[in-house]
């Protein structure tokens, strides 16, 4: 009989991720409307705030520029290291009025800063202002005014819960919605909301969705071991990827656009190539690796979460071990950090790269410092290539294979 362990080395041969700062909710523990987890966060931008769902219908919007600029960081008694020297920013508390089970944040400034767009008149200034748009228990999308928590706009056409939330990252003010009830909608709010097109492809849960970082593709997860990418250009499907054992949760572009992170309850993370289906790595959260009947089923392995890193060199994924994982996508046997987490839900990654906030069943959000390092020129170069070429032209150019290879993350 073989022994399953959370790793394939020594616990102790991995080191452990530094914990930053710690958020926790402040709502009534005896409401009973409405549960206590965080479901979903998100930081904008910019960097200016972080959002989560810290339950009893509540989100909260803390002003994390503020708190990293003027070192704002508690220790384990809560004394503050650093006071503020600048007018603090007021955090905001939104009521939505049910459970919310996704956050997203908006503005019509690219999150790559290379390119914005003309905003046509309408009664809500997108070009200048931040938005929040919330998914909740009902199905329904309401969107707000973050500087001064206002309502915005109600989104209304899913018949269940809203699962996730992405805003397309050109700027264009399109917004993906993920959906229980199979299917994918996407939103114009430039203009004052209206649907543009329903996607149907899934047989079950939409788990998660992610747009690629041109806005070209859509990639969407979901039951029954769902895989799907969508040609935004034309709202099409473009290709199914096959190769998860159980219902897949969530997925990932990386910041070029080359690789594709799927998370499922088979225990395993795969790295993909979009363009072509290809597997280009897998990471494994039980090991020795479990069989497809084991991973197929309730294993008190499931990944539930990841988000990848913007320097494109790292995957963040929490999984029903209690374990925080930070996995290299040069390395898929050994993680390069973890901390132990329990009841771990969701997992961002700080627009500077900086930290990764990790949400809870209790509410709790915590922050790790994320590995980082100073990336070497190839791999720049690398990003540079490949966020404007697919795999498909990489292959057409008159270069040599092994290089070739690089440019396609196959070595």
Known sequence: MRVMASFACSDSDIADAEI???????????????????????????????AWSCGHRLVR????????????????????????TLPTPKEKVIDCGENVWAVAFGSSVSSKCHRTVNISFHRFNFGKDLILATGLQS??????????????????????????????PDGSMFLASASRDKTLKVWDLNDDGNMKKTLKGHNGWVYSC???????????????????????????MMRK???????????????????LATGSYDTRVILWDPYTGQKI????????????????????????????SHDGCHIATL????????????????PVKKAQLVNALCCNYSPDGCCLATGTRDGNVVFYMAPMRVQKLQHLCRLSVRRVLPSTKVDALPIPQKLMGYLKYEN
């Open 139 to 168: 199905g329904r999308i309401k969107t707000w005014d973050v500087s001064t928590g206002g309502i915005l706009l109600y989104l209304i056409d899913h018949k269940e819960v809203i699962r996730d939330l992405q805003f397309a």
């Open 20 to 50: 930053l700062y710690q958020l926790k909710p402040g709502g009534n523990p005896n409401d009973q409307k409405a549960g206590a987890e965080t479901w979903c966060s998100a930081f904008a931008p910019d960097n200016s705030y972080f």
């Open 281 to 308: 790595r897998t990471f494994g959260h039980l090991f020795p690796p479990p069989s497809c009947i084991f991973s197929g089923g309730s294993n008190d392995f499931w990944v539930r979460h990841i988000s990848f």
């Open 210 to 236: 992610s747009w690629s970082p041109d806005a070209k593709i859509l990639a969407s997860v979901g039951q029954n071991k769902t895989v799907i990418l969508w040609d935004m250009s034309d709202y099409s």
């Open 319 to 334: 999984c029903d071990d209690k374990y925080v994982r930070f996995w290299s996508i040069y390395n898929e046997e050994v």
């Open 61 to 84: 919007l803390v002003p994390w520029k503020h708190k990293i600029n003027n070192n704002e960081i508690e220790d384990d008694e809560g004394r503050q290291q650093g006071e503020p």
């Open 241 to 259: 990827l096959t190769g998860h054992q159980n219902d897949v949760v969530a997925c990932d572009f990386s910041p070029d656009g080359a690789l």
